[in-house]
């Protein structure tokens, strides 16, 4: 199966928040990733989490880590219609950290 | 500070045609990515490089495709021959070191195979 798995689309109204999910398969992953990527334009990071920490957050960004789980979520407060792109989840793997494995990403459409 | 510089943006070839594309990373970057993402699906890493040697290359189909890194810097990668299903978009990305915490990526070429 694969190792990271998203739901396909997400879409919301200008202004609520948006809650993007991720499960990964592998415990040993160190570090876990958000990428944004909007039409035409490459991978841009969001943020990331070290797999020892529950929760981050960045401004409107907030990423829950569930390692019991492996559930990896994150949240955009107050969303923009510029926040209308794919958002990729990608987990690297302890010794080789440099190896991404992205999930198939989601695509957010924001509603005026 | 200047981003990865991939060229060219598009490229259309027949299959069986060679192609190659260039990257060219962040200035200082010791780790360089080819990573390829085909219509639908997350990127997939094809091969990845520490200054001009090779770090992972397993998932890269070494019967068709072939990159190098001479210098340290800059790096090709080229398809000979092309299948259709090579069409994708090959993104090259490019971090400090090998921990790879914050790679930066291209925007990518888009290979279309007719």
């Known amino acids: 199966g694969e190792d990271v798995e998203q739901s396909l689309f997400l879409s919301v109204r200008e202004g609520d928040s948006s809650v993007i999910n991720c499960t990964y398969t592998?415990?040993?992953?160190?570090?876990l990733y958000w990428y944004k990527q909007e039409p035409g334009a490459g991978l841009q990071l969001l943020t990331y989490?070290?797999?020892?920490?529950d929760m981050k957050q960045d401004q409107r960004l907030t990423v829950l880590l569930n390692k019991k789980d492996k559930h990896l979520s994150l949240r955009i407060a107050d969303t923009q219609t510029g926040d209308s792109a794919i958002y990729f989840c990608?987990?690297?793997?302890?010794?080789?950290?440099?190896?991404?494995?992205f999930g198939k990403g989601t695509k957010l459409s924001v509603k005026p | 500070e200047a981003g990865v510089a991939q060229s060219p943006r598009y490229k259309i070839i027949e299959k069986r045609q060679s192609v190659a594309f260039w990257c060219n990373p962040i200035?200082?970057?010791?780790?360089l990515y080819w990573y390829q993402q085909i219509l639908g699906q997350g990127p997939k890493l094809l091969i990845q490089?520490?200054?001009?040697?090779?770090?992972?290359d397993s998932q890269l189909p070494k019967d068709r495709f072939s990159a190098e890194r001479l210098k340290g810097v800059d790096s090709t990668l080229k398809i000979q021959p092309a299948k259709l299903e090579d069409s994708a978009v090959y993104l090259c990305?490019?971090?400090?070191?090998?921990?790879?915490?914050?790679?930066?990526f291209g925007q990518g070429t888009r290979l279309t195979v007719v």
């Open positions: 990608a987990e690297s793997k302890r010794g080789s950290q440099g190896n991404l494995i």
């Open positions: 989490i070290f797999s020892n920490m």
């Open positions: 200035s200082g970057h010791a780790t």
């Open positions: 490089f520490q200054n001009n040697g090779v770090v992972d």
């Open positions: 592998d415990s040993s992953s160190t570090y």
């Open positions: 990305a490019s971090s400090l070191d090998l921990a790879g915490r914050l790679a930066f």
